[in-house]
């Protein structure tokens, strides 16, 4: 079983960052594929950005290129999500999520590729 949990979130104001982490259970990282997600209220939940396994290779949004950046910290078991620009397009619940399926050089992008998800952290943005 995986246990993900986030953490980060929180008010800012256009034009701020934000970092986002994800706190994974040991050995997380080497078994799955990670990536972060979002839900904007009455809208489907999307991919931020995520990594192949082991992390050789990463995806992004194509709107969110050059603002976000993904990361991780295998030996803290933490992945991040730093966050700059922020819009209030990018409110939303985000969360992070592990896959059992596993590419060395592939992203998954759909959420339901993922089994395991954390709780979310809450991000709002004011304009």
């Known amino acids: 079983q995986v246990h993900l949990v986030e953490s980060g979130g929180g008010l800012v104001q256009a034009g701020g960052s934000l970092r986002l982490a994800c706190a994974a259970s040991e050995g997380t990282f080497s078994r799955y594929t990670m990536a972060w997600f979002r839900q904007a209220p009455g809208k489907e939940r999307e991919i931020v950005a995520g990594?192949?396994?082991?992390?050789?290779?990463?995806y992004y949004a194509e709107s969110l290129k050059g603002r976000f950046t993904i990361s991780r910290e295998n030996t803290k078991n933490t992945m991040y999500l730093q966050m700059n620009s922020l819009k209030p397009e990018d409110t939303a619940l985000y969360y992070c999520?592990?896959?059992?399926?596993?590419?060395?050089?592939?992203?998954?992008?759909?959420?339901?590729?993922?089994?395991?998800w954390g709780q979310g952290t809450q991000v709002t943005v004011s304009s």
């Open positions: 999520a592990a896959s059992t399926t596993y590419y060395s050089d592939y992203v998954l992008r759909a959420d339901y590729e993922y089994d395991y």
């Open positions: 990594f192949s396994w082991r992390g050789g290779t990463t």
